[in-house]
């Protein structure tokens, strides 16, 4: 039997990199998927892919920046497939560089896409999930929610909250059968790993291309290399499975051993 047959749940930032990743794996264990993105093209094509092989997947594009339509998405796959049992909030954003140069602007849009706007998500699939007897959130962290980071404060600063969030969560509703858990990915070979890269001395950039800054960061890593976003989707799979039915309140670093 596949491991999430008979469920239907939604993923936010699935058009691309680790989301996308999960959506493909979540819709061939079995599960019918609501793939959230801002990119309409992206989120189609997701969706599109996981229809061509075999799986129930639909697109739903929006801001999450929007309190109205993060709570929103809930509804929706209920809506689409008549239940709820798992959210994967995976949406995220690097945030300024530093603290001393960032805008109120900057601060609100990464502490909005990084933190708030799970708790709108989140609160309306805890009703959901109570009602119906129970479910698995998961949210996406980072090893900046693990350790703090020198380049990227806001952001760290967002991701230690996401799991206080989930640990808090797990806590109080463990008893309706609710788990909540997060994934903390390390350096990942996404898009928006070549944004962090670029950080002013985050790595020596003086003579290298965007590629080589990315293996120069990987390094870090004791394993030597990037993840792929199918590992953090293996990883955010067990989580929300049955397999994980005895753990809640965990962050669990996929980071190749790098907070270790």
Known sequence: MKRLEGKAGVITAAGSGMGAAGARLFAAEGAKVLIVDINRE??????QEIREAGGVAIACVGDLTSEAFSRGIVAQTVE????????????????????????????ELALTLNLRSVMFSTAEAIEVMRKGGGGSILFTASTSGLVGSKYSPVYSAAKFGVIGLARSLARAHAGEGIRVNVVCPGVTDTPMLRTFVRRPGQVDDSDKDLESLVTQRASASPMGRPAQPEEVANAALFLVSNEASYITGVALPVDGGLTA
């Open 42 to 47: 992206a989120a189609e094509s997701t969706a």
């Open 80 to 107: 689409a497939f008549g239940r709820l049992d798992f959210v994967w909030n995976h949406a995220g954003h690097p945030g300024p560089v530093g603290l001393t140069e960032a805008s109120n602007a900057d601060i």
